[in-house]
């Protein structure tokens, strides 16, 4: 396998991972990135890099964003976002993958690119439904707040160091499996 094939699918990983903490964080830095020519994208997908869907995934950006910080909206939109994070970690895992055969790209898409998101942007629910119960809303902003920053972050490593992006995802990983590993200890004693 060419480098070039590995690092755009840790782009693919990374941006994925990103897609889990928020939806259109990463669409929109893989638009600019494209744009710009700093990554090739699948040629199906080159439509991505256009002025139209930067402009459009700005906006969409923008208010999902601003909708986070609105405590009770932003629970009614973690049970909307679960299955597009699949959908959006599957389309940006197949918008960066190169050289791949194509039942190859979309196995690794479906399995790398929407599990990788549906793992983290159901922990992500999950504590903000903790956030809602235990403070009545009133940290939910604090929370979002640092998942978009998560989100910006990862999208930024992922596009400029993808072997550091998949650290990275490692590590969330590591932490989130830690994390939900305290609680069942926890419910257990109880």
Same mark, same amino acid.
């Given at each position: 396998m060419n480098? /070039? $094939?590995i690092f755009s699918i840790l782009i693919g990983i990374g941006l994925a991972a990103s897609v889990g903490f928020r939806i259109f964080v990463p669409l929109f830095a893989l638009s600019i990135a494209a744009h710009f020519n700093v990554i090739p994208l699948n040629e199906s997908w080159e439509w991505v890099g256009s002025s139209t869907a930067i402009i459009t995934l700005g906006i969409a950006t923008i208010v999902e964003i601003a909708a986070y &910080?609105? @405590?009770w909206l /932003? +629970?009614?939109? /973690? %049970?909307i976002t679960i299955p597009l994070a699949a959908i959006a970690g599957t389309a940006v895992m197949v918008s960066t993958v190169a050289d &791949? /055969? @194509?039942?190859i790209t979309w196995a690794l898409a479906i399995i790398a690119g929407g599990g990788t998101a549906t793992a983290i942007k159901t922990s992500t629910s999950t504590t903000r439904l *903790? %956030? %809602?119960? $235990? $403070?009545?809303?009133? *940290? +939910?902003?604090?929370v979002s707040t640092v998942e978009t920053g998560t989100s910006i972050i990862m999208s930024f490593v992922a596009i400029t160091f993808p072997v550091l992006a998949v650290i990275?995802?490692?590590?969330?990983?590591?932490?989130?499996?830690?994390?939900?590993k305290l609680f069942k200890k926890k419910k257990t004693i109880e």
């Open positions: 480098p /070039d $094939t &910080l609105i @405590p /932003d +629970n009614l939109l /973690d %049970s &791949l /055969d @194509p039942v *903790a %956030s %809602s119960a $235990t $403070t009545a809303g009133i *940290a +939910n902003p604090i990275f995802v490692l590590i969330i990983f590591w932490v989130l499996f830690k994390v939900f």
